[in-house]
Each structure stands twice: as C-alpha cells, then as structure tokens.
C-alpha cells in the first residue's frame, strides 16, 4: 500500500468516525457507537461486526424453533469472528445498553 492509498484510508475512517460522533452528540447513550470510535474501527470493520451479528441471530431464531436451549456454540463463533479490537463482554453490554440484536445479546450476556 503505498502512501497515497495509506492517507485516503485514513481519511475515510477519520471521515466514518466524524459521522458516528454527531450521532454520539445527539444520543450521548449510544455506548457501542461510542467503542467503535474508541476502538479505531474502520467502517468495513463494523460492517463485517454487523454481519456476524445478522447471521448469528438468524442461527439463533433457528435454533430457538428447534428447541435448542444451549447457545454458547453461537457465543464462540462470536468471540472468533469479532474485531480484536473489542472486548466481548464490554461489547455486549454495550450493544444491549442500544438495543442492537437484544435477542442475540440477551443470550449472550448469560456467558459473560
């Protein structure tokens, strides 16, 4: 990556994190928008997290109709795929203090 490609990355994420702070201004209770700016998550980061999240509650409706009652499978597969960045049960916390997959964090919160 040479220093072009470098400096537009890095303004686009100061550009990403410029956005997410005008929501933390107006909603100073948005914790997880929060962490992703103290974290330094890029945007693809983020949306890589929310896809995790998306797929995770769909397995987890699923097996919820399968009459599953055992979740921590999902957890793991969570705790894997999630950014290095963050930390699993301040991210929990965070996410359900937002209401972001409350059914899937909900669950989740019983392993942290």
């Known amino acids: 990556m040479d220093k072009y490609e470098m400096l537009a990355e890095k303004i686009n994420m100061l550009e990403f994190h410029q956005k997410l702070l005008l929501e933390v201004v107006d909603h100073p209770s948005k914790k997880f928008t929060r962490m992703i700016i103290e974290s330094g998550l890029s945007e693809s980061e983020v949306n890589h997290f929310y896809s995790i ?15 599953y009652v055992y979740f921590h499978p999902l957890f793991d597969e969570l705790s894997i795929s999630m950014p290095d960045k963050l930390d699993i049960g301040q991210t929990i ?20």
């Open 53 to 67: 999240c998306d797929k995770l509650s769909k397995k987890l409706e699923e097996q919820k109709a399968e009459g």
């Open 93 to 112: 916390k965070a996410c359900l203090s937002q209401n972001l997959y409350k059914s899937l964090f909900l669950e989740f919160e019983k392993f942290i």
